[in-house]
């Protein structure tokens, strides 16, 4: 049906737009969002949200606007806007025409148990959340999310893509009144692939095994970082991955194509493969989604590449449709037992660029950190700040677990990294 | 206008104990200049209504861009059917909300130069120079100039009877500078944040001047020296280095609703908790931050709030102690208050109105000082201009931060720039070792328009401000 309403808007756009080249990018985004704290429900809101965004070029002169309406008086609107900045701008350098038809993927994103979950079922998984924080004398805070999203992308030169989407979320964490706090949380596409007594009993354990933090001082620590750490982490490779800023060294990716930074035990992929997995179909400059080796055992393989970028350079442009880090088979006892002592970290927590250059962040740990000794988790510790450089932790990689899908669209293993930097402790 | 009481009579119809509906049309215009290409230039528009009701102790809430009748009370009925659901989930009788009472009222941001009627041409060519200018310097090798304009038309009403129209402005134009040699690769920005103006606001800023001075000392900085090992020296931070450093460490930490523990999930929670009111030493005794919602360029002035309550200007932390938070309607009542400081806002008209950081700045300090003067009385320091990276945890209380020009400070003189300096701190050391703040006439504001925060996620605006300051024995020096 969404389908349907974007093809007439679509058409509608077309026969108003005098423009040399368009881009119409359109969405129905319909979400339900409850939020609870301190085990009470404290916002809860639903709703459905349009997007509809209009790029034009007159020659090189482009031009765009955006509105969150499907009404052909503002439709109409909408063309003029894009058009009479487009007339009125200086034309771009980098200019490239929209896209021609592709051959999209097929991905299947949408779930029909997600579309049907009804807002009463969310707070069921709420109310089962809440219950157990309040047998454990703790209080839980998060949200669980449900959004079903229609995608719709269109070009004057013949690119045509609709993508549907569905995803259920729930984030919670659990805290004492003390010290202990521990955090759970997971996208899915099927709310029927999500077990809630399974995330509370990970929620239960995580929470349990935290005792008052002793305090350890900052320095070299062997960790083992669990896959919501791993993401946070490593996710910051994507924002230093620009091509561009490589080549005119911006960033630590200056000539480093065909080189070993990582080490043989880091991979970085997107893939369209994977059966578990999301992917988005096409990009929004109209670009087909492929797979993607961005990073294999080490070796940095292909980089961010924009459109008129790799229009310039001669290379095929892309974009990120999901992303997997690779994993293997150790479980979190073996870590344990292949290095004497170290750190298990659940979550970071506020990471920045330090320098973009030397590919190094700072961030600090969250939602539960456990010292252990001898293959066994002795106690927990104050959080720490961590300052490290992204490569020289991949390349200390010592054992890989297994990918976890801990989003629709992503999944990383847990990791065992020998020598990870923290520059300073906190209070708690 | 009849939206507006429709919603209201169909939500108290259905037993709704407070409704209030904004309808909100915000526009923005963004014009992105990568190097010498025009990479977006747009027009953007997002416009439609949100329905709070309070039903049994409980918030429901609801949006919609269709503008009927019919769909308005649709959307009621939603808000309505959601509250109900929440109410299952309480504590005790659930949520109240602190006094207030009902206003009819209007509030614009004063502008000269609609921005968004000054010719394209005009903003484009000033962009196009300012960004060839950075790229006449051959070590400059990328070049980056956003300028972002937003117009936030907004009508609040609620069952108190209040009837607002809001009509607010902000222009913000951000310049940035990469230059690169075979080792290094360093950025230096021009970035005063948001303002609450209109085009007039840039034509005062002289941009081509200040694109000269950030290509010059991106180049310095290239060539700089690291800091070295970490050591405890004293930081003179400039205003618009302490902009970001108060909103992190002073702005977070006093949202009542973090107090609280509501954003325990997400944005973290805060330790300037309940019991340290108007006893907890934040700062030292020079050390005064206000509140302000009534500043006429701020960002966060909008007449009134997205709670129909006032904007007002009250002590967070006065003479160093912590005096007050930052409340709403809905939280305020947690620590006995019994009105709200007006803090509650939210993004687009979709978006649950969420505690806010209000605008809040430092007091100048009221000897006459100015930053020269500070230089000539340090001995062994670093001076820190702009922002840099940031990190702070989840409680508010270890921070690391850098920033976008260093000059080391040596027997009262600045003696050399230095490159990557990071300082660590934490609360309450860093506000108690503010020992000196310059005087009003070095009292500069500084607007931040992305404060993330809230699930889904928000991005809200305030405005903060500060006169150069000095503070003793930090930990400095480089990173890893
Ligand atoms: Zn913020």
């Known amino acids: 049906m969404t389908d349907k309403q974007f093809q007439k808007a679509a058409k509608f756009i077309e026969n108003n737009c005098s423009a040399d080249d368009f881009s119409l990018f359109m969405y129905r985004s319909d979400e339900t969002a409850t939020r609870y704290a301190q085990n009470m429900i404290t916002q809860n809101m639903t709703g459905v949200k349009y997007g509809v965004r209009l790029n034009v070029a007159y020659g090189t002169q482009t031009g765009s606007a955006r509105i969150n309406s499907l009404d052909e008086c503002e439709l109409k609107k909408m063309v003029e806007t894009a058009q009479n900045i487009a007339k009125l701008n200086k034309p771009d350098p980098e200019f490239v025409p929209s896209t021609s038809k592709a051959k999209i993927p097929k991905t299947d994103n949408l779930s029909e148990n997600t579309v049907k979950f009804s807002m009463k079922e969310m707070v069921d998984v709420i109310k089962k959340t809440v219950d157990n924080a309040e047998k454990k004398k703790a209080f839980v805070s998060g949200i669980v999310t449900k959004r079903v999203t229609d995608s719709y992308l269109k070009n004057k030169n013949g690119f045509e893509g609709f993508d549907s989407s569905s995803e259920f979320e729930n984030s919670m964490t659990m805290a004492d009144n003390k010290t202990r706090e521990a955090k759970v949380e997971r996208s899915v596409k099927d709310v029927n692939d999500y077990s809630i007594k399974k995330e509370i009993d990970q929620l239960n354990s995580r929470f349990d095994a935290l005792t008052e933090p002793k305090k350890i001082e900052a320095g070299q620590y062997n960790v083992i970082l669990r896959p919501q750490a791993v993401i946070n982490f490593f996710s910051f490779l994507l924002y230093f991955f620009d091509r561009k800023n490589a080549d005119y060294g911006v960033s630590a990716f200056h000539n480093s194509i065909g080189k070993n930074m990582f080490g043989k035990n880091f991979s970085l992929i997107s893939s369209l493969d994977e059966k578990d997995l999301t992917a988005s179909a096409f990009s929004g400059d109209g670009l087909a989604a492929r797979n993607i080796d961005w990073i294999k055992n080490g070796v940095v393989k292909e980089l961010f590449t924009n459109r008129s970028y790799a229009h310039k350079i001669k290379a095929e442009p892309n974009f990120i449709p999901n992303v997997i880090i690779r994993g293997g088979n150790a479980t979190e006892e073996e870590m344990m037992k292949k290095v004497k002592n170290g750190l298990i970290i659940n979550n970071f927590w506020y990471i920045r660029t330090v320098s973009m250059r030397k590919n190094e962040v700072t961030g600090l740990t969250r939602d539960g950190i456990y010292y252990f000794e001898n293959g066994k988790i002795k106690h927990s510790v104050n959080n720490l700040r961590f300052n490290e450089v992204l490569h020289d932790a991949a390349k200390n990689i010592l054992l890989l677990g297994k990918e976890d899908n801990i989003a629709a669209g992503t999944k990383v293993p847990t990791m065992l990294i020998k020598d990870f930097t923290f520059a300073d402790t906190t209070s708690f | ?480």
């Open chain 2, 1 to 480: 206008m009849d939206h507006l009481s429709t919603a209201l009579n169909h939500a108290q119809s259905m037993g709704a104990e407070y409704a209030d509906i904004r309808i909100q049309k915000t526009t923005r215009e963004t014009i992105f200049l990568m190097d010498l290409s025009l990479k977006n230039t747009s027009r953007n528009v997002e416009h439609g209504y949100g329905i709070r009701v309070m039903k049994n102790g409980a918030w429901g809430f609801a949006h919609s861009n269709i503008f009927s009748n019919d769909e308005v009370k649709k959307t009621v009925e939603k808000a309505v059917k959601v509250a109900e659901l929440s109410a299952k989930i309480k504590k005790g009788k659930g949520l109240t909300l602190a006094h207030e009472r009902g206003y009819i009222d209007s509030y614009s941001t004063k502008i000269q130069i609609d921005p968004f009627k000054v010719p394209l041409s005009e903003k484009v060519d000033l962009m196009l120079e300012v960004n060839k200018t950075l790229l006449n310097y051959s070590k400059i090798k990328r070049a980056f100039f956003m300028l972002d304009m937003l117009n936030d038309d907004k009508y609040f009403a609620s069952t108190l009877g209040s009837v607002i129209h809001s009509n607010t402005y902000y222009i913000n134009p951000m310049i940035s500078a990469t230059a690169v040699n075979d080792k290094d690769s360093q950025t230096r920005s021009f970035d005063e944040g948001g303002y609450g103006a209109g085009w007039e606001h840039v034509l005062k800023m002289n941009l081509v001047q200040k694109a000269v001075q950030i290509a010059e000392e991106a180049i310095i900085k290239l060539e700089a020296d690291e800091p070295g090992e970490i050591r405890r020296r004293d930081l003179i931070l400039d205003p618009n280095h302490l902009g970001l450093t108060m909103h992190e460490s002073v702005g977070h930490p006093t949202e009542l609703d973090r107090v609280l523990k509501w954003e325990a999930d997400y944005a973290g929670v805060s330790f300037a908790t309940p019991e340290k009111l108007k006893k907890y030493r934040y700062g030292s005794e020079i050390v005064n931050f206000v509140g302000d919602n009534t500043l006429s360029f701020g960002l966060a002035t909008a007449g009134y709030d997205d709670d129909g309550v006032p904007g007002q200007k009250w002590y967070i932390i006065k003479d160093g102690i912590l005096n007050e938070y930052g409340t709403t309607r809905d939280t305020a009542p947690f620590i006995g208050e019994n009105m709200s400081r007006g803090c509650n806002r939210a993004t687009y008209y979709y978006d649950f109105p969420i505690n806010r950081i209000p605008n809040l700045y430092l007091e100048p300090g009221k000897k006459l000082l100015s930053p020269q003067e500070l230089i000539a009385d340090t001995e062994d320091g670093i001076y820190i201009e702009g922002r840099g990276s940031f990190s702070i945890d989840q409680h508010r209380v270890n921070f690391q931060f850098g920033g976008d020009m260093f000059w080391e400070i040596k027997n009262g003189k600045k003696v050399r720039p230095l490159k990557d300096v990071l300082y660590k701190s934490c609360n309450p050391e860093f506000w108690n070792s503010c020992d000196a703040i310059c005087d009003a006439r070095y009292w500069k504001d500084f607007g931040v328009t992305n404060c993330g925060k809230g699930q889904p996620p928000q991005t809200a605006r305030m405005t903060h401000g500060a006169a150069t300051a000095r503070f003793k024995k930090i930990r400095v020096g480089g990173s890893k």
